[in-house]
């Protein structure tokens, strides 16, 4: 029943921590669950402005020619400087950012070249550009022939900028074609017919991710490939270089921004900073203010569901010791606390016992005063603590000498008494004080000491020798008083 009771208390707070902890890791998971969803949120919209910049850059670079080619549309002759106000007007206030330069190129006829005639902004960087034949450079080539072709906009592959070093960063020209105003172009062949030439615009990738982002791009790294398959000789730029080195991303997508008959694949990833950045500090305060509140929780239930137990038996435990102190107080008042035997208050209570119950039925009891001879002279012989141990062996000795009812006390210092409370008469006292005086005469062994000692007592017989407990007990101490004077180590019974 106890155990099973000890059990319950267990299993309760052990049910109510389980139960907290489950309410504690079911908030976790939803804590980060929602923090996932914030971090993919967040990388999503990264993702889409990132491309969406780039597609939004491309589109004015477009519509840049476009006012270009409206220029050419607009007269017959357009002068260098008409283009390079042109061209100032158009950057002014604008978004043209990350651009490098802005160009026209003369279409001369076929197997004729096509050398750049007006470039602007006439910068020390973009001068020495004048006059190359750009139909010698293949990519930059089909570009202007499928601009022609078309009548939209087309892109180049990777190139390097004309007058930047072999080994330059990545570029890309777009290129629209001019016509002549007064031909048809609805048509390949009649565009072809009709060509006058190129307005096109040169960029390097790094320039334009630069305007777009600044310095870094917060959070996530920006891989940009010409094509539609990502290769390492493909790439045009990237954000991080040497990303791959860092842990594997939370999140990774891959993006196309198309052109007319190109692409660029966007391949774009988080970073640790951009991890970071959604800190996981909600999470982690409550798991852990969680599992300790648990097991408080558990603790409290349990200190709630065992407290009546423990009060019980703290009370019960306090209980026990009290009456154990009462008792060992009420010992120590009754007893005398060398031999352990009955002192004189204890003796007294019982010598009134008996006598009243030998008046009572009639009958005898027997009072004897026994005091030790010379003991004065073992403690000055031997020393205080022999002679404690001597009175301890005495008390024993004459103890044995008595029924389980008599009462050995011991009254004062080597004086005892002994109560007989059922006799038939003196003889069985002198019996009984013939046995005590034969056991202390035989030798003590103390300390690796012999001790030889002998004892005067003094006998009265109830009711014949004293009508109470005061007169018995003065007619037994005379009479041990008698047995001294007669030499010691005697028997006298009282008068
Ligand atoms: N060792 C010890 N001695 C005690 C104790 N109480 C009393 N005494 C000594 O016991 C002796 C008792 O002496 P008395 O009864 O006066 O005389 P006595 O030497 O026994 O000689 P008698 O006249 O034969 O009784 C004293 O010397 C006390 O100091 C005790 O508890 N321990």
């Not at 007058?163 to 048509?187: E, K, M």
């Amino acid at each position: 029943m106890k155990t099973l009771g000890q059990l319950r208390d267990l299993l309760l707070p052990i049910a109510v921590g389980l139960f907290t902890l489950t309410v504690v890791g079911w908030l976790w998971w939803h804590e980060r669950q929602s923090l996932d969803a914030n971090l993919r949120a967040d990388f999503d919209f990264s993702v889409r402005l990132a491309s969406t910049r780039i597609e939004q850059r491309v589109a004015n670079y477009e519509q840049m020619l476009r006012a270009a080619r409206g220029l050419f549309d607009a007269s017959d002759h357009v002068s260098r400087d008409n283009f390079s106000a042109f061209v100032d007007s158009l950057t002014q206030g604008a978004e043209f950012s990350g651009l490098q330069a802005f160009m026209y190129t003369r279409w001369q006829g076929e197997g004729k070249a096509a050398p750049i005639l007006y470039v602007a902004p006439d910068s020390a960087d973009n001068l020495p550009a004048l006059g190359y034949n750009l139909l010698d450079n293949p990519a930059r080539r089909s570009a202007m022939l499928l601009a022609r072709d078309s009548g939209e906009i087309a892109i180049t592959p990777r190139v390097k900028l004309l007058t930047d070093q072999p080994d330059g960063p990545a570029a890309v020209v777009i290129y629209l074609a001019v016509y002549d105003r007064n031909l048809p172009v609805d048509s390949p062949a009649a565009r072809q017919a009709a060509l006058r030439g190129w307005v096109h615009t040169a960029f390097r990738i790094r320039d334009l991710m630069a305007s777009l982002y600044g310095e870094g791009i917060p959070g996530v790294a920006i891989r940009i490939h010409d094509g539609a398959v990502a290769t390492p000789d493909n790439l045009l730029f990237e954000s991080h270089p040497g990303a791959d080195q860092l842990p594997p991303p939370r999140f990774s997508t891959t993006e196309y921004i198309s052109f007319p008959q190109h692409s660029w694949t966007l391949q774009i990833r988080t970073t640790p900073t951009f991890e970071e950045r959604h800190s996981r500090r909600s999470e982690h305060i409550i798991a852990v203010a969680g599992g300790c509140g648990s097991v408080l929780l558990g603790l409290f239930t349990w200190l709630l569901v065992t407290g009546r137990a423990r009060a019980h038996a703290r009370a019960q435990a306090m209980t026990r010791e009290l009456r154990e102190s009462e008792e060992r107080m009420r010992h120590m008042a009754q007893h005398d606390p060398l031999t352990q035997l009955p002192n004189r208050a204890l003796f007294s209570d019982r010598l009134r016992a008996a006598l009243a119950r030998a008046r009572r039925d009639r009958g005898s009891a027997g009072l004897m005063f026994v005091d030790l001879d010379h003991f004065k002279g073992v403690n000055d012989a031997c020393g205080h603590a022999v002679g404690d141990k001597l009175l301890v062996a005495a008390s024993a000795r004459m103890r044995d000498c008595l029924r389980e009812s008599d009462t050995l006390a011991r009254i004062g210092g080597d004086e005892f008494v002994v109560l007989l409370p059922r006799i038939d008469d003196r003889t069985d006292a002198e019996l009984v004080a013939g046995r005590i005086r034969a056991a202390l005469a035989q030798p003590f062994a103390i300390d690796g000491r012999e001790l030889s000692i002998s004892a005067s007592i003094g006998i009265g017989i109830f009711p014949e020798h004293g009508a109470d407990d005061v007169s018995l007990m003065k007619s037994a101490d005379d009479a041990m008083y008698r047995a001294k004077d007669i030499g010691r180590d005697q028997l006298v019974f009282a008068d």
